[in-house]
């Protein structure tokens, strides 16, 4: 079955520190990727997401993304983190299979960061 | 301009209760989608519904039941709840609909209904 796997469920940073999210999924064919953003007692945001081209994305508040075709990867990272970056961050992915438009989420991981 | 919007924000169900979750969006959007949040398993999707009129399952649609409204309203019910419908209920769209795949449009998720059925 399709799946999306995150590696860390659990992250605590100190403010500055370099943060690396780890996602990969288990589908063989084209994709289109996403990471989304759940600050405490809000929904989901949308922080960057890849469909073809350079596989290096920056999305919002300085986050960004390298899509790793031979690794199934597609991991988050963001140089420095702030405070304001604690939430649970879900990897997606939506596989092409001319079908409907499903997304199929990661587990997520919660990043907790200490000033 | 609301977005995506859920009622209520907070239920208490008994074991055997019914009720019905509301989503409304006034974006224009023609698909809409419920999913079911829970700890270490991420968002499974339930229903979602590609036009106005049309309904189709999602991955875990065992025990709850959805109505498509009109355009702007999705509703999820539960007939019958049990415990282990005990989760965070997000409602999300996106603004083309159809049969066909538009994997490329971004899902505008509503703030969720946390739910807990005892």
């Known amino acids: 079955a399709q799946s999306v796997s995150q590696h860390n469920h659990h992250v605590i940073l100190s403010e500055a520190a370099s943060l690396e999210l780890g996602c990969n999924y288990s589908y063989g064919g084209t994709v289109n990727l996403f990471w989304y953003v759940q600050y405490p007692g809000q929904h989901l945001q949308l922080l960057l997401k890849y469909f073809s081209g350079d596989p290096l994305v920056k999305g919002i508040k300085g986050f960004e993304a390298e899509f790793i075709k031979s690794k199934f990867s597609f991991n988050l990272r963001k140089p420095s983190v702030q405070w304001s970056d604690t939430a649970e961050y879900f990897c997606?992915?939506?596989?092409?299979?001319?079908?409907?438009?499903?997304?199929?989420f990661g587990a997520g991981t919660r990043l907790a960061v200490h000033p | 301009n609301a977005g995506v919007t859920q009622t209520p924000k907070f239920q208490v169900l008994k074991t055997g209760q019914s009720m019905t979750l509301q989503c409304a969006q006034d974006m224009n959007h023609n698909s809409m989608y419920w999913y079911r949040q829970d700890p270490g398993m991420g968002l499974r999707l339930i229903y979602y519904?590609?036009?106005?009129?049309?309904?189709d399952k999602g991955e875990v649609p065992n025990g709850y039941n959805v109505s498509r409204l009109n355009k702007r309203e999705f509703s999820l019910r539960l007939e019958s709840a049990a415990p282990s419908q005990t989760s965070v209920y997000f409602c999300a769209s996106i603004p083309r609909g159809g049969a066909q795949s538009y994997s490329t449009d971004t899902q505008y998720f509503g703030p969720g209904t946390r739910l807990t059925v005892l």
């Open positions: 997606a992915v939506i596989p092409f299979s001319g079908g409907y438009n499903k997304l199929i």
């Open positions: 519904s590609a036009s106005e009129g049309t309904t």
